[in-house]
C-alpha cells in the first residue's frame, strides 16, 4: 500500500513538475548511491524511497523534512506530505518502556553433566552463560527484564514433571543464581509436559499489562514424555505444547544445548513456538544450536538481548500514516524519524539503532513523543 501511494504521489509530482524538486537525496553533484538502484515488487526500495516510474528508487525529500515546504513533512517513502494542520497546537504524550517477562525453562536432565568443552559440562556451561558475575545474561539484563527460572526433569518414581523454580522477578539474579548452583542434573527429559506446567503458571500468575510473556528453553536432548521416559520420542508432545503456548500469547525460542538435539527437531519447535507451521518449509523461524561455552554464551545474548524491547507505550494514540510529524527526543535530543525510531502502531513507537542502545543502558532515560494535534486521534 505505502508503495502504492508513494508511486501515486511520484506521478503527481512528475506531472506537475517534471521530476524531482527540492533538494532531496537525489538532487545534487553527488546523490544518494540508492537513487540509481533498480526496483519494482520483488525489490523495494529502503525505507526513505520509493520506487519511481522508470524502475529506479528515487526521494524528493529526506526525513528531517529538507526538500519539502514548510508546510509539509517527509514522509517514510521520501515523498512531501502536507501537515495535517500546521496551526494546531502540539501535544506531548507519556511514554513507557514495555519490559518482557521471560520464563528460563532449563533442562535437567542427566546428560547434562556430559562434557562441553572449556572444562564444563553443559549444565555448568549453562549456568555460566546465565549467571556469570561478569558476562551472564541475566547479570547483565536482570534490570530490564523480569526473569523467571525453571529447572525440570523426572526421576520416574514421583511427580513427573518434576519442576523446581523461582518466581518471575525483576532483579532477580541471586535467586536464579542459587537454583542453578544448588541442584544438579539427574533422570529425563520431560520437554513437553514441563512447557505446559510453564504455561498453566503464566495463565495462574499473568504477566504486567505493559509487558510480554516468553519462554526460553534450553534442552540438551531430544525429549521424552512422562508416560514414556524411554526411548526419546517426545517429539510430537513437545511442538504440540510449544503451539498451545504461542496459542496462550507466550512466545517460545528453543536453545540446544549440545548437537545431540537434532536439527529437525530445533526447527520444528522454533516455528511451533513463534506460531508458524511446525513442519513448514517455507517460513522458517530462527533455533538457536550451540555445542560450545562460547557459543552457548552467544546466543543466550542474541535470544534474550534481542527480546529486551525498545518498545515505548503512548498515552493516547496517534495517526500512523502521519506519525512523522511528529518530534520523539531522548534525554532532550531530538531523534530522526526512520533514523532513531519508527511507530509500530497507534499507541506505541520504537527506538531503533544506537537511540535503542543508548534507551537500554540508561534505566533513568527519558522519552518524550510530540505531535501536532491532528495527528492524535485519541
Do not use: K
Not at 517534471?18 to 537525489?26: D, F, I, L, T, Y
Not at 525505507?47 to 517527509?74: I, L, P, Q, S, V
Not at 562434557?115 to 558476562?135: C, H, I, K, P, W
Not at 520523539?328 to 544506537?354: F, K, M, Q, Y
Request: hydrophobic fraction near 40%; include cysteine.
Amino acid at each position: 500500500m505505502r508503495e502504492h501511494l508513494a508511486y501515486v504521489a511520484f506521478v503527481m509530482m512528475a506531472a506537475a513538475c517534471g521530476g524531482n524538486v527540492g533538494n532531496g537525496p537525489c538532487e545534487g553533484s553527488d546523490p544518494d548511491p540508492t537513487c540509481a538502484q533498480l526496483c519494482g515488487a520483488a525489490n523495494p526500495c529502503p525505507t526513505g524511497f520509493y520506487c519511481a516510474a522508470d524502475g529506479t528508487c528515487n526521494a524528493d525529500c529526506t526525513g528531517d523534512g529538507t526538500g519539502c515546504a514548510t508546510n509539509e513533512f517527509c514522509d517514510p517513502d521520501g515523498v512531501c506530505q502536507p501537515r495535517v494542520d500546521a496551526d494546531c497546537p502540539n501535544v506531548t504524550l507519556d511514554t513507557q518502556r514495555i519490559i518482557p517477562t521471560v520464563q528460563l525453562l532449563l533442562d535437567q536432565s542427566g546428560s547434562m553433566t556430559a562434557d562441553f568443552g572449556g572444562g564444563q559440562d553443559r549444565y555448568e556451561a549453562m549456568t555460566s552463560a546465565l549467571v556469570d558475575s561478569m558476562n551472564g545474561v541475566v547479570t547483565q539484563l536482570q534490570g530490564n527484564v523480569v526473569f523467571g527460572a525453571s529447572l525440570y526433569t523426572s526421576d520416574n518414581t514421583g511427580a513427573c514433571p518434576d519442576i523446581t523454580g523461582v518466581a518471575r522477578s525483576l532483579n532477580n539474579l541471586t535467586a536464579i543464581e542459587a537454583l542453578l548452583t544448588g541442584n544438579a542434573p539427574s533422570a529425563e527429559t520431560p520437554t513437553g509436559d514441563s512447557i505446559d506446567v510453564i504455561v498453566a503458571d503464566f495463565a495462574a500468575n499473568p504477566v504486567a499489562a505493559d509487558s510480554v510473556p516468553i519462554i526460553v528453553l534450553a534442552t540438551d536432548g531430544e525429549p521424552d514424555t512422562c508416560e514414556q521416559p524411554n526411548p526419546q520420542e517426545g517429539q510430537a508432545e513437545a511442538i504440540a505444547a510449544a503451539t498451545a503456548a504461542f496459542n496462550a500469547g507466550i512466545r517460545l525460542f528453543i536453545v540446544g544445548v549440545s548437537d545431540d538435539v537434532g536439527a529437525p527437531h530445533l526447527q520444528d519447535m522454533a516455528n511451533a513456538g513463534v506460531g508458524n507451521d511446525p513442519v513448514a518449509t517455507g517460513m522458517q523461524a530462527p533455533f538457536f544450536p550451540a555445542d560450545n561455552v562460547a557459543e552457548l554464551s552467544t546466543v543466550l545474548q542474541q535470544i534474550i538481548g534481542g527480546i529486551v524491547s525498545c518498545e515505548l507505550t503512548l498515552d493516547g494514540s496517534i495517526d500512523p500514516a502521519a506519525a512523522a510529524q511528529g518530534t520523539v527526543t531522548l534525554n532532550g535530543t531530538d531523534l530522526v524519524e526512520g533514523v532513531d525510531w519508527e511507530v509500530v502502531d497507534a499507541d506505541s513507537i520504537r527506538l531503533i539503532g544506537g537511540a535503542c542502545d543508548d534507551l537500554l543502558g540508561d534505566p533513568t532515560a527519558s522519552v518524550t513523543a510530540t505531535f501536532p494535534c491532528g495527528v492524535i486521534v485519541d
